[in-house]
């Protein structure tokens, strides 16, 4: 098994981030013209994870934050092919590093349904309450 390398703030291209979060969340995948990670990254992320096996990018987490004491983790996503080896997990332990490093005192995350274990149990984080509005939904 091949050695996961992970980087905050690693370098990556919008078509290989692209793939990925199609394949992550299962929809089309759209071209940089449609969704420029490297500009949204640059323009809002206190910083973001790059996990790579052999070159190729198998995960990516973005943390944004408040510019204070809060972060939030945001897209986290292993390829298919990468999951079930504690790439998840990497990539939040170095978030997690580098939101401390970077001052601030809080990591927040949101999931859905079913991956309470993983949050909870692997991830180290502790439920909380929350609220959500769906803005796309009409009235």
């Given at each position: ?12 291209i ?19 013209s ?27 987490l ?78």
């Amino acid at each position: 098994m091949s050695e996961v390398q992970y980087q905050w703030r690693g370098q990556f291209i919008n078509q290989e981030l692209n793939e990925l979060h199609a394949e992550a969340f299962d929809h089309r995948v759209y071209d940089s013209s449609e969704w420029d990670w490297v500009e949204l990254c640059a323009a809002h992320s206190l910083g973001w994870v790059t996990a790579r096996i052999e070159g190729e990018l198998v995960g990516f987490l973005n943390v944004i934050s408040d510019g204070f004491v809060h972060a939030w983790i945001q897209d986290e996503m292993v390829s298919l092919s990468a999951r079930h080896r504690g790439i998840g997990v990497g990539l939040v332990h170095a978030a997690t590093d580098a939101a401390r490093e970077a001052g601030c005192e809080w990591l927040h995350v949101d999931f859905d349904d079913g991956l309470e274990p993983f949050y909870y149990g692997a991830a180290g984080f502790t439920p909380t309450n929350g609220g959500l509005i769906d803005l796309t939904a009409t009235e």
